[in-house]
RNA sequence: GGGGAGGUUCCCGAGUGGUCAAAGGGAACAGACUGUAAAUCUGUCGGCGAAGCCUUCGGAGGUUCGAAUCCUCCCCUCCCCA
């Protein structure tokens, strides 16, 4: 089965610039792109659907660049943005893009160069400004760059001469890894359609080759929020950012109508389960979300920490105590519960609360337990009797954020 | 460079000397109902707290018994003209 196939069955595909090209190119093997900012060094989830669409390449015998964008990090993106975004330091990139491989590597397998992760600073740095304006500017015209979606909304609040120079350098990539790579094929988020749509033109009129774009659609939820965004805010790859618990538990809480799209997209289980899973009703769906947050789990923490946060997420739920450890543990000194330390400090000071007076109002409105048990004054006292023979204290702040803490001396 | 509009609590957005911790909406949180879903209803939504006190309305000063509201300077954003 053609990789194109298997993408569009899973739903990855929103636009194809040549959709029968684009099958043709990967009938046999190609080389194919997916730039990635290098703002951070973890990824978030939003960017697990481009790294899914790599992961489905390369199983498919294709050869993947990962192109961090660090020398068009320095200039900012308008796409889909309504702020200049702020620049980086050179150094601070590549120390992204280290943490970011670290990641990639979970997914994607860079040794044999069947992989490769290269950086856009490498050629665009060293470009002259007015070779760059003979080779590549005289190629580009204005009102049909100004014509592009992402400009527009930009004209609206202002744009400036350097953002607006994106699309040239992002097009010059991809003519860039044609040449040196025999890339042929640029995906990327629907908001860069029209930048990569660029690039491909730019590739036959600058070389008279072809070149394909292909972009993914934009996740939200069906609750309309943006993919990725938990109560504690983004929800990130990386272990430290997003707790293997916290990365299960952002999964298993997706809605009911998102889990087929869900499961297809970020999971590699054949379609057939996938299908099957999807239509299993009422109660029962949550056999397909635990599914879909154990295999989304396993993917980027692994087997091990994926069956950890499955069995304390099982233990949690079914109304236990979950004395499994990968529940978030917090450590406090023994002698704070010694004269007893009141209930509501205790929740801010684990963080389940943000303030005191969250606290209060937390306890309050009854959604404050201590070892399964509802609190029922924010004064009531949390001493040594509370803890279990290996000195460890449930907490629960409304129905699913738990804190076990763990009494050190 | 000239002219105009504007910067309010997470976001949008009222408020133009005291009744303002600041309307309304959204987001978020809690409760009820449930299936760790959605929808709905109720409540909460700056900090510390018993009352009450403290900090906040781009920044710094000033006027006043009293300022988000008036004045001065500065910073930033947008629009029109060049």
């Not at 029209?194 to 972009?215: F, K, M, P, V, Y």
């Not at 609360?353 to 309050?364: D, F, P, Q, T, W």
């Not at 201590?370 to 460890?392: A, C, I, P, Q, Y």
């Amino acid at each position: 089965m053609n990789v194109y196939d298997v993408l569009e069955e899973r739903g990855f595909i929103e636009q194809v610039s040549d959709g029968e090209a684009v099958q043709r190119m990967l009938s046999r093997p190609s080389t194919c792109y997916i730039g990635f900012d290098p703002t951070s060094d973890s990824f978030h989830i939003g960017s697990l659907v481009p790294i899914m669409a790599l992961t489905h390449m390369q199983r498919h015998g294709h050869k993947v660049i990962v192109l961090i964008g660090g020398g068009t990090a320095m200039i900012g993106d308008p796409s889909g943005r309504t702020e200049l975004r702020k620049l980086m330091t050179m150094k601070r990139i590549e120390a992204n893009a280290e943490g970011l491989k670290r990641q990639l590597e979970h997914f994607i397998d860079f040794e044999d160069d069947m992989a490769v992760m290269l950086n856009n600073a490498d050629w665009l740095m060293p470009l002259n400004f007015i070779e760059f304006l003979r080779d590549i500017g005289r190629h580009f015209s204005v009102n049909r760059m100004l014509a592009a979606e992402s400009y527009r909304q930009r004209m609206e609040s202002g744009l400036s001469f350097i953002e607006f120079n994106y699309m040239l350098l992002q097009s010059y990539d991809f003519l860039h890894l044609y040449r040196d790579k025999g890339c042929t094929l640029q995906m990327g988020g629907n908001d860069q359609w029209g930048n990569i749509l660029a690039g491909a033109d730019l590739i036959r009129r600058a070389e008279g080759g072809e070149a394909e774009a292909l972009t993914f659609p934009l996740l939200i939820t069906s609750t309309g929020t943006k993919m990725g965004k938990s109560e504690k805010g983004a929800v990130w790859l990386d272990p430290d950012r997003t707790t293997p618990y916290d990365y299960y538990q952002y999964w298993i809480n997706t809605d009911d109508r998102d889990v087929g799209r869900f499961l297809s997209l970020f999971t590699l289980l054949p379609m057939d389960e996938v299908r099957r899973l999807s239509a299993l009703e009422g109660a029962e769906l949550r056999e397909a979300k635990e599914t879909l947050a154990y295999e989304a789990t396993r993917l980027n923490h692994g087997g091990e920490e994926a069956e950890k946060a499955r069995n304390a997420a099982r233990a949690l739920f079914s109304g236990g105590m979950g004395g499994d450890s990968s529940i978030p543990t917090m450590e406090m000194k023994r002698d704070r519960f010694r004269g007893g330390i009141s209930a509501f400090e205790l929740f801010a000071d684990t963080g389940l609360a943000k303030s005191k007076g969250e606290a209060r109002r937390l306890i309050k409105q009854g959604g404050a337990y201590l070892n399964g048990e509802r609190v029922e004054s924010f004064e009531d006292l949390v001493t040594l009797e509370h803890m279990d023979e290996k000195g460890t204290i449930l907490l629960r702040a409304g129905k699913k954020k738990y804190i076990r803490i763990i009494a050190v001396d």
